[in-house]
T-cell receptor, first 108, second 113 residues
Framework: GIQVEQSPPDLILQEGANSTLRCNFS?????LQWFHQNPWGQLINLFY???GTKQNGRLSATTVATERYSLLYISSSQTTDSGVYFC??????????FGAGTRLTVKP | SQTIHQWPATLVQPVGSPLSLECTVE??????LYWYRQAAGRGLQLLFY??????ISSEVPQNLSASRPQDRQFILSSKKLLLSDSGFYLC????????????FGSGTRLTVV
């Protein structure tokens, strides 16, 4: 199956800093999503982005499908951005595989 | 709008007891439904998925089973729980529009004691 690697595994930032999270995958994919898991466990869909670039407020994401990676950018980080960020990829809608996640801590 | 409900939110069960977790979706029809498990501090593992009533595909053979008795209902079960079944169980759905991708329920935190 497809292998998904996320980096870094842990990231600690001061409030207001910017960050870049990376997701590498081992094979061509048709689907890619970024999620944020908050401290209560809720998984929030951030972006569905199998290719191209999208932006939503302080967050943006870019997927370069031909080079098998995706990047999630967080600008002007806030304490509420803390949590675990997951990348999930798949070739169909029934084989989405999750990376191990990046645990982000934003300090005030 | 589409919503997904999971219950209960937390559950503590003794080893050897049965399990039934329920997930329902509102505002859509014929969704693809999924059960994932997340062990403490780790990523998500796909357990089962269903593309329609009575249609279940298992990703990982284990002590659990799933059923889909109605179009918008997905149930995760076990006849006898093991300690290793502890974890955070999440239900997800995918509708007809991939613009949104997967949507997850709020999860059930299961502790087997």
């Amino acid at each position: 199956g497809i292998q998904v690697e996320q980096s870094p595994p842990d990231l600690i930032l001061q409030e207001g800093a910017n960050s870049t999270l990376r997701c590498n995958f081992s094979d061509s994919v048709n689907n890619l999503q970024w999620f944020h898991q908050n401290p209560w466990g809720q998984l929030i869909n951030l972006f569905y982005i199998p290719s191209g670039t999208k932006q939503n407020g302080r967050l943006s994401a870019t997927t370069v499908a031909t080079e098998r990676y995706s990047l999630l950018y967080i600008s002007s980080s806030q304490t509420t951005d803390s949590g675990v960020y997951f990348c999930a990829v798949g070739t169909t809608n029934n084989d989405m595989r999750f990376g191990a996640g990046t645990r982000l801590t934003v300090k005030p | 709008s589409q919503t997904i409900h999971q219950w209960p939110a937390t559950l503590v069960q003794p080893v050897g007891s049965p399990l039934s977790l329920e997930c329902t979706v509102e505002g859509t029809s014929n969704p693809n439904l999924y059960w994932y498990r997340q062990a403490a501090g780790r990523g998500l593992q796909l357990l089962f998925y269903s593309v329609g009533i009575g249609q279940i595909s298992s990703e990982v053979p284990q002590n659990l089973s799933a059923s889909r008795p109605q179009d918008r209902q997905f149930i995760l079960s076990s006849k006898k729980l093991l300690l290793s079944d502890s974890g955070f169980y999440l239900c997800a759905w995918f509708g007809q529009n991939w613009h949104y991708g997967y949507t997850f329920g709020s999860g059930t935190r299961l502790t087997v004691v």
